[in-house]
């Protein structure tokens, strides 16, 4: 499973940022799909995830402000970014949890993932 992020950028506090990941190769083997973000210094973090049926489950401190989606028939998956904060600036990545890692609705352990994209930066001012 290959998985591409495209999207980021510089964003505005107050502003909005859509980040997609095209995946591709093996998708059936896929069971959720996340988006995790890494600020310099800091430990990569789960923002949130989705299973193939559309559940979704996000960190607590990025309920209301983040939305993931995903589209099945593309092989898409997105995060929106609304109110952006400075504290948002991280590189975000896109990552994939196999069945044979992970065969529940939600997935938000970190090792659950097999495969990752090479991430977008996302710097957003004040």
């Known amino acids: 499973v290959q998985l591409v992020e495209s999207g980021g950028g510089l964003g505005q506090a107050g502003g909005s940022l859509r980040l997609s990941c095209a995946a591709s190769?093996?998708?059936?083997?896929?069971?959720?799909m996340g988006w995790f973000r890494q600020a310099p210094g800091k430990e990569r973090e789960l923002v949130a995830t989705?299973?193939?049926?559309?559940?979704?489950y996000y960190a607590d401190s990025k309920k209301g402000r983040f939305t993931i989606s995903r589209d099945n028939a593309k092989n898409t998956l997105y995060l929106q970014l609304n109110s952006l904060k400075p504290e948002d600036t991280a590189m975000y990545y896109c990552?994939?949890?196999?069945?044979?890692?992970?065969?529940?609705?939600?997935?938000?352990?970190?090792?659950?993932?097999?495969?990752w994209g090479q991430g977008t930066q996302v710097t957003v001012s004040s």
């Open positions: 190769g093996t998708i059936f083997s896929i069971n959720a």
């Open positions: 989705i299973s193939g049926s559309g559940t979704t």
């Open positions: 990552a994939a949890a196999p069945f044979s890692s992970c065969s529940d609705y939600v997935c938000p352990g970190y090792d659950e993932y097999d495969y």
